[in-house]
């Protein structure tokens, strides 16, 4: 049986998954592993039966030796030893260079406090943007604290604190938008959306039939035709292209508000009730430390990915939220922060949240660099002036990312002037014959737990999930156990999968992304072969050191030990290896790594003089593609080291 499962890869796993988690499936169907392998079982019986009719000796008597024990202990050898070494040294190479670089940036942040007089201008904030944890979105925060030095960032996990399903308007089926292991007992719903104009003949449900089917194609034949060949030579969006943006209608109305818990579909709860709403908004502002000095305008930037003519296009959305974009999940915060009646039980708890204070919801395109802005329609003159000039900073934030991001696109020219190369970045990212629209996650090796100031000065090659937390408003650790939550299952998840297909692509991941054709929308199968793809594709970790998640925290190891031991779900991660953990005590400013189950004083061997420093940006990013291009360094083997940034 054990044989017969693994003879054509990918369906007993489905199978198994579907199982465990029905939901996953649009239409929905009762199926087990059992059934499964009973059913495989009749059809091989049928077989030999016709074959062989009942002269046949089962196997078992001819063997002479017991078989293989196919799930007994490896033993240890020379080999693995040596190879297990090998990981260890690749991985702490990059890890050691890290851990100083973050020493290197926080004794330059103290020095510039110390050297920092006080006054009201240097507490004044222009703006705070709340972004998602994911390592893309590492570099589009660093250039928007360069461009705008009054703003101030932070990081949460992308479905920011609000798990619900979401029902787009005309859709049949609900969108499950937080992490993978949440199950949502809420529903919201789009209403009043203007839904897109896809009536082109083209794109009509009538080709779907036998008669009007064939009279379309072959009215409407050389039309395609045309129009193919306009979107090989000028790619722009259509409706055959998935479009971030697509997810939610920017005017709509969403049933957020629950004024009658009894309100429901399908067992789920339509909307929050006030006191669930501020449940969700106090834990989300006190994870990441946001509990005072609010700027006027606050902005929740969820992101989501554009891509045509991608099976695997889902990877390049946003983790925390199943996969999908993240941008009702920005609103649905945003309403909630702006809501009169949240407001008033936030102050009750201790947080008060200026009148002046508005956030808004917003989304980044990580394919397309492209911002779009929810429900902000409603800002007063002073208010509204000022998101006019932070939406000028930030394109000019999202052209520096474009630039930085080109580096690794070799039919793009990184020395071309900045609008050329984001118009480049955006015409890809709806290119019917782009195989790369974007790398997604690949080259993360990183999570950072703790406040901005501890990474902020340090260039690290957008390779970090960055997370928001400030061990001054916990000094116990309640607040870093819901934080370290989701870190292993959504940063950890992501990393081992990006490690596993980078280390054997054939049989761990999905081999080239060319021939995929989608299989009843749940799985991928190279052109006509039977076998589910695992793993990613080798577009999207061609690029991928294949080195385990190093989680850095912010707080004193015992704390942090707590923290981590709170769930056992939690603590395997650490306790098996699958991810490394490292604590950094704020105090001391020491770290202390954990194994064996103690955290123990680590000091980096890097020495200062091997950290360089980054002056010009814009320079760097020319002169990595350059040496890149001339084989200096090796763009898919080798990521750029940690660097200062001046």
Known sequence: M???????????????????????????????????????????????????????????????????????????????????????????????????????????????????????????????????????????????????????????PGFFGVEFYFQQEGSKFYDKLCPAPVTPKYLIKESGAILPDHHEPLYSKHTHGLFTGFFLSVTY?????????????????????????????????????????????????????????????ENFLRGIGLVKSFAPIVYIVAHGSSSANNPHHGAHDCGACSGRPGATNARVMAFILNHDEVRKMLQEKGIHLPAATRFIGAMHDTAADVMGYYDDNDLNEATAAAHIIHQQHFETALNLNAKERSRRFASINSKQELEQVRKAIHSRSVSLFEPRPELGHGTNTLAIIGRRATS???????????????????????????????????????????????????????????????????????????????????????????????????????????????????????????????????????????????????????????IGTIHNMEAFIEDAREMETNHIVDATEENLPVYLLD
Not at 19 to 31: C, S
Not at 41 to 46: I, R, T, V
Not at 111 to 135: G, M, T, Y
Not at 542 to 549: A, I, K, T
Request: net charge negative.
């Open 456 to 610: 902020k000065g340090l260039f690290l090659d957008r390779r970090a999930f960055l997370n928001s937390y400030d061990y001054t408003t916990d000094p116990d650790g309640s607040i870093l156990s819901a934080v370290m939550r989701p870190i292993g299952l959504v940063c950890g998840g992501i990393n081992l999968e990006y490690y596993f297909s980078r280390v054997d692509n054939i049989k761990l991941g999905a081999g080239t992304k060319l021939p995929h054709n989608v299989m009843g929308l749940f799985a991928v199968a190279n052109s006509s072969d039977g076998d589910l793809r695992p793993g990613l594709p080798w577009q999207m970790i061609e690029v991928h050191d294949p080195v385990r998640l190093l989680v850095i925290v912010e707080h004193q190891p015992e704390i942090v030990l707590k923290a981590i031991q709170s769930s056992p779900e939690v603590f395997e991660w650490y306790r098996n290896e699958w991810v490394h953990i490292v604590a950094l005590h704020p105090g001391e400013q020491q770290f202390y790594y954990f194994r064996n189950g103690v955290f123990e004083k680590y000091e980096p061997i890097t020495a200062a003089s091997e």
């Open 221 to 281: 034949g050389f039309w395609a035709l045309a129009k193919k060949l306009q979107m090989m030579f000028n790619p722009k969006m259509s409706p055959a292209i998935s479009n971030a943006y697509g997810h939610m209608d920017r005017q709509s109305a969403l049933t957020i508000v629950n004024k009658n818990p009894e309100d429901l579909e399908n067992g789920l709860q339509i909307g929050y009730t006030t006191e669930e709403m501020a449940l969700r908004a």
């Open 2 to 156: 054990f044989d017969q499962a693994f003879a054509h890869h990918g369906w007993s796993g489905l199978v198994s998954a579907v199982e465990d988690n029905p939901h996953t499936l649009l239409d929905r169907k009762q199926i087990t592993l059992r059934e499964f392998i009973a059913f495989e079982l009749l059809m091989e019986l049928d077989v030999l039966n016709d074959v062989l009719g009942k002269h046949r000796v089962p196997l078992a008597e001819k063997l002479k030796e017991a078989p293989l024990d196919l799930f007994a202990d490896l033993p240890r050898t020379e080999y693995t030893e040596i190879i297990e070494c090998w990981q260890e040294a690749f991985e702490w190479s990059y890890y050691d260079s890290v851990l100083k670089g973050l020493l290197l940036a926080g004794q330059r942040d103290r020095l510039s406090i110390r050297n920092h007089q006080q006054s009201a201008e240097a507490d004044h904030k222009s703006f705070q943007a709340v972004f998602c944890i994911d390592e893309r979105e590492d570099s589009i925060r660093r250039h928007i604290e360069a461009v705008d030095k009054c703003c101030e960032t932070f990081g949460a």
